[in-house]
């Protein structure tokens, strides 16, 4: 326990120094492309996460995650997220994304696990909250408003190694956002990029993860290195209503992570996730760019 | 089952249309008579298909900007007002001046270098979210 508590104050320290972070549109927190699958039956997972965005902005995401295993190839995962988002420019609430995804895991010879997984993401909303009557930027919208496909495989080798790989393709975008900076006078708005209709391209995600299991106390931690590239400038509508790129908005995330996983004798679980980048892209519109990440969930296994 | 979705579904359409966001407080923006010179045009706002708005709409110049000055304004409140200086009634070629700052009193709004002024015949109260027209006022001399 103390060898726990003293790696997550570590990995605080370290997140709190470094800046902006983690930058997706959920998938590398979702299901497989995070960790590998529990085997009960059913798994109900309730967390939340807290990030530190741009200038002050926090975020507080709350989610409810469902597994099921149909048999021992098939598993179907579902989950609900929202969002409670504050800064200097107000605070707002409200539903984020639903996801729904089916896993299979093939059989494999040895002690090796492959996973596919392959599902949709559906908005809630249309990023178009508001405090006070002004538009708010991404940065405290629940969702992004984008439909999105999304893939990945997760393949642990000799129960040490894990790889991931995914990509999430946004296919119908009904974002409404309307966010022009200029609408504001704090000084702290020139952080922020226009979103008015913003439309938003594609992420490729590569994670490598190494389980160091503590036997004696059922706990397992996995540090983790991610890269998330986004694979095209996003854009939005100027005030002539013409689409208009924003330069910088692509390119490469690299983020380091750490799994802390505790198992319990009734076969629950409880985790703690911590991750920060260590690179990132130049512009990140979306909003979804934190300093630091620290996720709780408990898991009900059955 | 089935009644209970649809239900559901139909509340959250009602309540995604119904939702206002723009502030009702009466607002009092004006431009000091000394800087005020009348450039362009000004007009009288009619309602639109989906809302009541009056008022006169009228165009000047400050300093180096123009702007848009809404006097003795009222609108219907809506969930994602905006003002457009537009080419056309249902705004196609448009410039977006930003969110209707209030539903009451007089305003500014900054019109964006590079607007050919000539060019917008119509200033708008537009729903952008949902692609409604609350209200427009035709320009004239």
Redesign the interface.
């Known amino acids: 326990m103390k060898l726990l508590l003293t790696i997550l104050l570590l990995f605080i320290t370290i997140t709190t120094i470094n800046a902006q972070g983690c930058s997706d549109a959920g998938f590398c927190s979702l299901g497989v492309l995070k960790t590998k699958m529990d085997s009960a039956k059913h798994t109900i997972s309730i967390g939340a996460n807290y990030g530190a965005g741009e200038e002050g902005t926090s975020t507080i995401n709350p989610y409810a995650e469902f597994s099921y295993h149909l048999n021992k190839s098939w598993a179907f995962q579902t989950k609900i997220t929202a969002t409670y988002a504050n800064g200097f420019l107000g605070n707002k609430f409200n539903l984020g994304d639903v996801y729904g995804f089916a896993v299979y895991s093939p059989k494999l010879k040895g002690s090796n696990i492959l996973s596919l997984l392959g599902g949709v993401k559906v908005p809630l909303t ?1 990023a ?1 909250d ?1 405090f ?4 708010l930027p991404l940065d405290y919208q629940s969702s992004i408003g984008t439909y999105d496909v999304i893939a990945g495989a997760n393949y642990v080798i000799n129960k040490k190694w894990e790889l991931n790989a995914g990509l999430q393709v946004p296919v119908i975008q009904v974002n ?1 956002n ?1 966010f ?1 900076p ?2 504001f006078t704090d000084a702290r708005i020139a952080s922020f990029t226009p979103t ?1 209709n913003f439309r938003r391209k594609s992420d490729a995600l590569v994670r490598v993860g190494y389980y160091i299991n503590l036997p004696s106390s059922s706990i397992t931690i996995k540090p983790n290195l991610l890269a998330i590239y986004h694979l095209g400038k996003d854009s939005y509508e100027n ?3 013409k689409r208009t790129e924003i330069n910088n908005s692509d390119g490469l995330t690299l983020n380091g992570g750490l799994i802390i996983t505790k198992k319990f004798r009734n076969n629950n679980r409880f985790e703690i996730v911590a991750a920060t980048p260590f690179i990132v892209r130049d512009v990140r519109p979306d909003g979804l760019t934190r300093s630091a990440v620290i996720n709780l969930q408990y898991s009900f296994n059955f | 089952m089935k009644t209970f979705v649809i239900t559901g579904l139909l509340m959250v359409v009602f309540i995604s249309c119904k939702k206002e ?3 009702t407080q009466p607002l009092v923006e004006t431009i000091p008579p000394t800087v005020m010179v009348t450039v362009k045009d000004s007009g009288n706002f009619m309602n639109g298909p989906y809302g009541s708005v009056s008022g006169l709409a009228k165009i000047y110049k400050n300093g180096a900007k123009y702007q848009l000055a809404l006097e003795n304004f009222r609108s219907d409140n809506g969930p ?1 007002l ?1 003002v457009y200086l537009s080419k056309e009634i249902q ?1 196609v ?10 539903t009451n009193g007089n305003q500014l709004y ?1 019109i ?1 270098a ?2 050919v002024l000539s060019d917008y015949k119509y200033a708008l109260v537009h729903c ?2 949902y692609n409604h027209l609350f209200g427009y006022a035709a320009l004239k001399t």
């Open positions: 249309s178009n508001k006070n009557g002004k538009p409404k309307t022009f200029d609408e008015n005030r002539f209503g | 966001s723009t502030i994602d905006k705004p070629n448009f410039v977006n001046l930003g969110s209707l700052k209030s900054d964006p590079g607007a952008q979210q």
